[in-house]
């Protein structure tokens, strides 16, 4: 199973910039990189997912609210999330996780069979 460990959530103030990270181990080339969001009383979202295509060329896709305002990205065994523009929304606890295989969805949860333990982002108006 994947190990995955996040890092760099905090507060900003509205329009700010935040960078997560996940480190992952036991990385195979079929393993499919995701981020979920959960704020208190809402269910788990989707906010990123990520897939490699050939080498170190990956695909990204994005939940309609983070478009052109997140950035995944992953290098090696690490995975990024690069968010700007924050807004009061995107306040939440931040998940990185994993899943295997040619099946399932980036977007549901679901089809994820590791997560970390997750970061908590806040942003105030």
């Known amino acids: 199973q994947v190990q995955l460990v996040e890092s760099g959530g905090g507060s900003v103030q509205s329009g700010g910039s935040l960078t997560l990270s996940c480190t992952a181990s036991?990385?195979?080339?079929?393993?499919?990189l995701g981020w979920f969001r959960q704020a208190p009383g809402k269910e788990r979202e989707a906010v990123a997912g990520i897939s490699r295509i050939s080498g170190r060329t990956y695909y990204a896709a994005y939940a309609d609210s983070v478009k052109d305002r997140f950035t995944a990205y992953q290098h090696n065994n690490a995975l990024h999330l690069q968010m700007n523009g924050l807004k009061p929304e995107d306040t939440a606890m931040y998940y990185c996780a994993a899943r295997t295989g040619d099946g399932g969805s980036w977007s549901e949860p679901r089809d994820y069979n590791s997560w970390g333990q997750g970061t908590q982002v806040t942003v105030s108006s």
């Open positions: 036991r990385l195979t080339s079929s393993t499919k």
